[in-house]
């Protein structure tokens, strides 16, 4: 996939998350079983049924900023104003994003062109 296709993309979150009183950064929380049967005979021996995975700054707002509303490329330009100073923020985020979606943390969906006329039948 291009670059230019890639920040047209928009990334939506899969899990529940919070956010850390302290440091008001984001835990994602990761479910432990993802199958009922696995939930029905691991629940009795586990406390938590998710892990909590816990963002650094940059990490935290991209997150927040990944609702369905927003295009990869309207995050970063966000990203680029909160950290003017962040060296290799371009490739930092980009990879974030991907490994997100490797994951399974977040999915993509493509921006739908509304101006373009539908297929004729």
Known sequence: MEEKDFFQLIPVRQFDWQIEENSQRVIVLRPKYISKWAKKIMKPFSRE???KIKLDAIGSQVWQA????NTVEQI???LKQ???DESNLKERFTLFLKQLSR???IIFLQK???TSNP???
Request: charged share 30%.
């Open 119 to 121: 297929p004729e039948e």
């Open 103 to 105: 994951e399974k943390f």
């Open 66 to 69: 990944c609702d369905g509303q």
């Open 49 to 51: 049924s998710y892990f």
């Open 112 to 114: 739908v062109d509304e």
């Open 82 to 84: 909160a950290f003017p």
């Open 76 to 78: 970063f330009n966000q």
